[in-house]
């Protein structure tokens, strides 16, 4: 990616190093151990979502180091998402003004180990989420380059697509769909809410490749080979190969983000077509 001479956004907190004390870390939830957390919710949106049923969660306590912030991280991982970050705002911003909206840009979170946000108490191993309740997506940078290797995802671009997949989310709050369906998974059984949860996330995939089309017309960002890591991302992290990975038999019923066909598929309509209409995945009879 051709991020070297773009801005870098200020709205990075850098949590990297803080303790997080007992009571209530995300381990597992009800799924069974951190490895099936990866699984399930690699690339998600909300890990309180996993840790429902924990009473200790709500009242977990974070012991942060107190001090003033310093000033941002100068290392190549800090400087590579604040650019990233800036790219997404640079799109987000006039598309939310053609439509007659206001953007207004989330907080990344960079962490180590463990974070408390509005949506709980959460480990690295749920992997890179965004939390509607504090509007903030959520990295571990060490644990995002772990999964690219262990999926076989590598690349700048494939970690980008991972930041503007999470504020796929972010933008999908602001616009209402993650309030609504919220909504709907509450009056719907299990089958129902994880259908609703799949075209959630391809929305997500898809606003990712629209943030792609729209940064390379504006500013072309991207390098031969780009289009090919986030397309690779977005396939590694499919329901369905996920579900291969982990020794298991694909059962569709349970998938939450979408098979690798549906991920890949949405992200080029976004990145094809670059508007918010391509990306309407609850209108389309067929994901």
């Known amino acids: 990616m051709r991020l070297g001479g773009g801005r870098e956004s200020g709205n990075v907190e850098d949590r990297r190093?803080?303790?997080?004390?007992?009571?209530?870390?995300a381990v597992?939830?009800?799924?069974?151990?951190?490895?099936?957390?990866?699984?399930a919710l690699l690339f998600g949106i909300d890990p309180s979502v996993i840790l429902q049923g924990d009473p200790g969660l709500q009242q977990a306590?974070?012991?942060?180091?107190?001090?003033?912030?310093?000033?941002?991280?100068?290392?190549?991982?800090?400087?590579?998402?604040?650019?990233?970050?800036?790219?997404?705002?640079?799109?987000?911003?006039?598309l939310f003004r053609e439509v007659g909206r206001s953007y207004e840009a989330p907080t990344l979170?960079?962490?180590?180990?463990?974070?408390?946000?509005?949506?709980?108490?959460?480990?690295?191993?749920?992997?890179?989420?965004?939390?509607?309740a504090d509007r903030q997506v959520y990295i571990d940078l060490d644990f995002l380059a772990e999964m690219q290797r262990r999926l076989n995802a590598p690349g700048d671009f494939a970690a980008a697509y991972v930041?503007?997949?999470?504020?796929?989310?972010?933008?999908?709050?602001?616009?209402?769909?993650?309030?609504?369906?919220?909504?709907l998974r509450q009056r719907a059984g299990e089958a129902d809410g994880n259908a609703l949860q799949v075209r959630v996330e391809l929305q997500a995939d898809c606003l990712a490749g629209l943030w792609a089309r729209r940064a390379q017309d504006a500013r072309q960002i991207l390098e031969e080979g780009?289009?090919?890591?986030?397309?690779?991302?977005?396939?590694?992290?499919?329901?369905d190969r996920m579900q291969r990975r982990a020794g298991g038999q694909v059962q569709p019923d349970s998938f939450t983000h979408g098979s690798s066909a549906q991920r890949v598929r949405w992200?080029?309509?976004?990145?094809?077509?670059?508007?918010?209409e391509a990306c309407d995945t609850f209108a389309a009879e067929r994901i």
């Open 267 to 276: 992200f080029r309509a976004g990145l094809q077509q670059g508007t918010l």
């Open 109 to 132: 979170v960079l962490f180590t180990g463990a974070v408390q946000s509005a949506c709980g108490t959460a480990q690295s191993a749920v992997g890179p989420f965004y939390c509607p």
């Open 17 to 25: 190093g803080r303790g997080v004390g007992r009571g209530g870390l």
């Open 61 to 94: 306590q974070v012991q942060q180091r107190q001090g003033a912030p310093g000033a941002p991280a100068q290392d190549d991982g800090a400087r590579f998402v604040r650019r990233v970050l800036a790219e997404t705002e640079d799109v987000w911003t006039p």
């Open 226 to 239: 780009d289009i090919e890591e986030g397309l690779g991302a977005a396939a590694a992290v499919g329901d």
């Open 163 to 183: 930041i503007a997949h999470e504020v796929g989310h972010h933008v999908q709050n602001l616009l209402g769909v993650l309030p609504r369906v919220q909504q």
């Open 28 to 39: 597992g939830g009800g799924l069974g151990g951190v490895v099936l957390v990866v699984l």
